[in-house]
């Protein structure tokens, strides 16, 4: 798909993923996997939740969506030059950007622009942060503000998002990211502008990378086909896109840096590599190694003691971020270290509803108040967040304290920031409960198992009620919590070994 103009779109994808870019413009359409499931439950509820917020209007507009293409051009610009006070689905275009903003709002002597939204406008909010924009909504917002601005109608560089919660949120175009960044979101935009208008005239060239916007994009099976056949550097856990094109300078495959002299990269206490450190180097290489050798097995890198306990609980949450509940909280019991006592004691909310997730809560939070000696085991730090975020909207059933409280005990053990990530080194491509769980010889009983899948499942339970829904959700979650038992049994069974390299 070949095209002469940048759309808000093409920087929304480069944002996320450059490659993106190249394959929508350039890759073979019939390399392209169905759209997920998920995806497509994103768009619907995307195009739902705009369609509820129009509706709701007080205020007088235009509206130019359902207007043709070529004809909606022509009728945003002539509404903009009568002065219209709000438009919606306008299209405007200015040199090679084009551009649909949801809104134009006018404001003095000029016009604003802005999108609806169906997710929060800022990211990071928290009882002890205000939030950041969203660098994939603000490169969007700077590109209706540039048209604008070209077109001599522009109000200025502030264009908002009106989001989920029914807020407007400001994007300050112009204001420093923070001190670590300390460029603007408009200096961002000309930026990814020009790499995107290098990709689209075939100046630049980009490279597929593992990451974890992979597992929804619709060139997955391409890319990651390529990325094997290059053994590319990627495919090492935590190496990530801008290390691997660091490192591209000096070594080209994991093969290349599993047999590397790192000698001649490391200079004193450091390395030539920028972003990546001299521990950091070896552990990538030590990583290498593991996937290069075909037996090679996890370790650890030093004694761990895991608790030892009569009872143990492996815990595990199922969340709808679009309608932001926690419906489903999942424990898999087991007792005095035997796999014949495992239990699966679930606590389901039976309607996406506040008061429904709070008996839901107050039902398991009584559950593991009641369990005696005994260890909580769960994998990152998820569930202790969404509890703690439950306790703001449910205060009398638990307080963050109590949270805390449970959460830092000797007894609560969060296998992947505890002990996976810091103390193991795994033969695998990511650390994922799933891809360890699956190395170990586990195997899900349903044959799409993930977190996309099984809030695109909710979704189908809340409209049909239909109870074999329920029963795969269940299914899923039980799954996840016995994936983190073979876990921990497996490390169990490990013995700390040296690095491979000195």
């Known amino acids: 798909m070949r095209t002469d103009s940048i759309t808000a779109s093409m920087l929304y994808d480069f944002v996320r993923c450059p490659h993106r870019v190249t394959m929508d413009l350039f890759g073979n359409p019939a390399e392209r996997d169905p759209i997920s499931p998920f995806v497509q439950l994103l768009w619907?509820?995307?195009?739902?939740?705009?369609?509820?917020?129009?509706?709701?209007?007080?205020v007088p507009f235009l509206n130019l969506r359902t207007v043709p293409e070529r004809e909606r051009e022509r009728r945003t610009m002539e509404a903009i030059a009568a002065g219209e006070s709000l438009i919606?689905?306008?299209?405007?275009?200015?040199?090679?950007?084009?551009?649909?903003?949801?809104?134009?709002?006018k404001e003095s002597n000029g016009y604003v622009a802005g999108d609806i939204k169906s997710g929060a406008g800022l990211e990071g909010v928290s009882e002890d942060s205000d939030g950041k924009p969203k660098q994939h909504y603000a490169v969007q917002l700077a590109l209706y503000t540039d048209i604008l601005e070209r077109k001599g109608v522009s109000r200025g560089h502030v264009p908002f998002v009106w989001d989920i919660h029914g807020q407007e949120v400001a994007y300050h175009l112009d204001t420093a990211r923070g001190p670590r960044k300390p460029t603007s979101m408009w200096e961002d935009y000309e930026s990814s502008l020009d790499k995107v208008r290098a990709i689209a005239s075939g100046e630049s060239r980009t490279l597929p990378a593992l990451a974890g916007e992979c597992k929804l994009c619709h060139w997955r099976t391409a890319c990651l086909r390529r990325l094997e056949e290059s053994n590319d550097l990627t495919l090492i856990p935590d190496l990530g896109r801008s290390r691997r094109d660091n490192l591209l300078a000096h070594i080209g495959s994991v093969r290349g840096l599993a047999g590397a002299d790192l000698s001649e990269?490391?200079?004193?206490?450091?390395?030539?590599?920028?972003g990546v450190g001299t521990d950091m180097l070896r552990r990538f290489q030590v990583r290498a190694q593991l996937q290069t050798k075909p037996d090679g097995k996890p370790y650890l890198l030093m004694d761990v003691k895991l608790p030892h306990q009569?009872?143990?609980?492996?815990?595990?949450?199922?969340?709808?971020?679009?309608?932001?509940?926690?419906?489903?909280?999942?424990?898999?019991?087991?007792?005095?270290?035997?796999?014949?006592?495992e239990k699966y004691v679930p606590f389901f909310a039976k309607e996406p509803s506040q008061e429904a997730e709070k008996d839901a809560f107050a039902k398991a939070w009584g559950y593991i108040r009641e369990m005696?000696?005994?260890?909580?085991?769960?994998?990152?730090?998820?569930?202790?967040?969404i509890l703690r975020e439950l306790t703001r909207c449910h205060p009398d059933v638990a307080t963050e304290d109590d949270i805390e409280e449970l959460f830092v005990s000797e007894a609560a053990v969060d296998l992947y920031y505890d002990i996976v990530k810091p103390k193991m080194e795994w033969p695998t491509r990511d650390l994922s409960i799933k891809t360890l769980a699956s190395f170990l010889g586990f195997k899900w009983r349903d044959t799409d198992p993930s977190?996309?899948?099984?809030?695109?499942?909710?979704?189908?339970?809340?409209?049909?009620?239909?109870?074999?829904?329920?029963?795969?959700?269940?299914?899923y979650n039980e799954d996840d919590c016995r994936a983190?038992?073979?876990?921990?049994?497996?490390?169990?069974?490990?013995v700390p070994q040296a690095w491979p390299i000195q």
Do not use: N, Q
């Open 44 to 58: 619907e509820r995307g195009h739902a939740f705009e369609e509820d917020v129009i509706k709701g209007l007080e």
């Open 88 to 105: 919606y689905g306008g299209r405007i275009r200015a040199d090679d950007l084009l551009g649909e903003p949801d809104l134009l709002r």
């Open 265 to 274: 990269l490391i200079k004193g206490s450091k390395t030539v590599i920028p």
């Open 310 to 341: 009569k009872l143990e609980l492996f815990f595990d949450i199922e969340t709808d971020p679009m309608r932001e509940i926690c419906y489903l909280y999942g424990f898999l019991e087991r007792r005095g270290g035997d796999i014949a006592t």
């Open 372 to 385: 005696k000696s005994t260890t909580i085991y769960f994998y990152t730090k998820y569930e202790r967040t």
């Open 451 to 475: 977190g996309a899948s099984s809030v695109e499942w909710y979704h189908k339970w809340v409209e049909t009620g239909d109870p074999e829904i329920k029963r795969r959700i269940m299914d």
């Open 484 to 494: 983190m038992r073979i876990l921990a049994d497996a490390i169990r069974g490990m």
